[in-house]
């Protein structure tokens, strides 16, 4: 307890600030902006006596003039006073307790102010694991909330109570200057959970933002840390890297600092290779413009494009050992696979749709009798000639494959007959069938001597 206290008091806790409050005249949030369920929670939580504000992405967002994706709260309200007041309401959370307010598929996040775990006491306190913070789980005040977020322009709080914004951090400065800065020391920072260094490169590739130089110096050397954090956890970084447009920018900060390397180690070898580079960007760029035009994205087509080349050149190596091109295939698509899910846990159902993509692209070579129908029908099929256009396109030698699959893929019966027939003549290890009237004659029967 008196250790608690002491600590609570210590000198590493940053001394109480009085926030900036910024007045409702001299910012951009407008009420229309907000979701009118977010704007039902702030209101019901503020009539029954608590603080309510928005917090994080969203007002980070409305303030850079994007759209936010999700509302999330915060409150001095626990997470039973919560419930209380909410009959949608569902706890969820085991490191730290979070109300969800469910309004058909929109979910509001409540969270009740926690503290960073320098300010809790020794039993309240999560364990420290090489710098790590492996449970926070600590109620604590709206500074200290502010504190314990990662970057400054993620710690705003919009206030219900008279529409102000409060800044904890000297965050204005930095939307003003569209600046990333992480809040305190920031090698400490990134040891407690390197995820951020993942975040850092997240935020200021897709808010297109400078980081601050304080933040950028240790974020280029501490990409090892990541060995320490969870496979499941790098996946669903990864899964929002995919999701969140300006791929292409972000993915120029991923090899910046060196996150490539620990994220796609196989990949990252394999970027020397022009083609690799080349097809990686291309098809990161056709992503950021089908996400402007409101489309979806797939993830299992961004992890093959990731994958083909390290897969191609194991299933080289593998066929000059003498392995015939399906199993040398087969293998690396195994190795490659085996070795990336060591670092992000890509689920099974995931893993057997990139695994098909990448297949195909060793069946488009096979044009010879049923063979390029049965590809035709294929479930992949579409995502497996999307690679194969961009391989063409990143440079590597199958131009002439690519056009014989588009002119095959709209040809009539005839026609795509004739196309088999002239492609069978080339395609790579298949065993020619002897034709019936080429073939070596019978040995005659020998003839019935019994009688
Ligand atoms: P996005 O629009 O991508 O969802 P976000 O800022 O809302 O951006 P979330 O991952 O949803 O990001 O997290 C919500 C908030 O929680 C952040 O704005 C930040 O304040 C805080 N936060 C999230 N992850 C961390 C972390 N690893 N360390 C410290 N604070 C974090
Ligand atoms: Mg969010």
Redo the contacts with the bound molecule.
């Keep these: 307890m008196l250790k608690g206290l002491i600590n609570r008091f210590s000198k590493d806790k940053p001394e109480t600030t009085e926030p900036v409050i910024i007045p409702r005249s001299e910012h951009s949030i407008s009420r229309k902006q907000i979701s009118p369920n977010a704007l039902k929670v702030l209101y019901r939580l503020r009539d029954a006596g608590f603080d309510a504000f928005l ?4 007002v ?2 409305l303030l850079l003039g994007r759209r ?3 509302f ?1 709260l915060a409150t001095n309200a626990k997470p039973e006073e919560v419930r209380r007041l909410f009959k949608n309401c569902r706890l969820i959370g085991k490191r730290f307790r979070l109300a969800h307010i469910l309004f058909g598929p929109e979910i509001i996040e409540v969270a009740t102010f926690r503290t960073h775990h320098e300010n809790a006491t020794e039993t309240q306190h999560g364990h420290m694991h090489q710098g790590m913070i492996i449970r926070d789980n600590v109620f604590g005040s709206i500074e200290d909330d502010a504190r ?3 970057f400054s322009i ?2 705003l709080y919009y206030n219900i109570a008279d529409f102000t914004v409060l800044d904890y951090t000297n965050a204005m400065d930095d939307i003003k200057h569209r600046r990333l800065r992480i809040i305190g020391d920031p090698e400490k920072r990134f040891h407690e ?1 390197p ?2 260094l993942i ?1 850092a490169a997240r935020f200021a590739g897709k808010l297109n933002l400078t980081i601050s130089p304080e933040t950028e110096t240790p974020l280029k050397e501490l990409s090892y840390l990541l060995q320490n954090v969870s496979p499941a956890r790098l996946f669903q970084e990864v899964l ?1 890297f995919f999701e ?1 447009g300006a791929l292409l920018n972000t993915f120029h900060l991923f090899r910046k600092y060196k996150l490539v390397e620990q994220l796609f180690p196989e990949t990252a070898g394999s970027l020397t290779h022009e083609n690799a580079l080349k097809l990686i960007e291309d098809a990161l760029s056709n992503t950021d413009q089908r996400l402007k035009e409101g489309k979806t994205v797939s993830p299992a087509f961004l992890f093959s494009i990731f994958l083909w080349h390290p897969i191609q050149a194991h299933a080289t190596q593998e066929a000059a050992k003498g392995l015939p091109l399906y199993v040398a295939f087969e293998k690396a698509i195994y190795l490659v696979m085996k070795k990336q899910i060591d670092r992000l846990s890509i689920p099974r159902k995931l893993q057997v749709t990139i695994r098909d993509i990448c297949f195909l692209q060793h069946r488009f070579t096979q044009r010879f009798g049923s063979r390029p129908y049965r590809v035709l029908e294929h479930q992949r099929y579409r995502a497996g000639y999307d690679l194969l256009m961009l391989r063409a396109t990143a440079g590597e030698p199958v131009k002439d494959l690519y056009d014989w699959w588009t002119e095959f893929h709209d040809a009539d019966p005839t026609v795509r007959e004739k196309m088999i027939k002239s492609a069978a003549k080339a395609t790579p290890g298949k065993k020619p069938r002897r034709s019936r009237k080429f073939s070596k004659p019978r040995m005659p029967r020998p003839e019935n001597t019994a009688n």
């Design positions: 917090v994080g992405g969203c980070r967002d936010p994706k999700d999330d314990r977020r990662d993620n710690a959970d995820v951020r975040r929002k969140e």
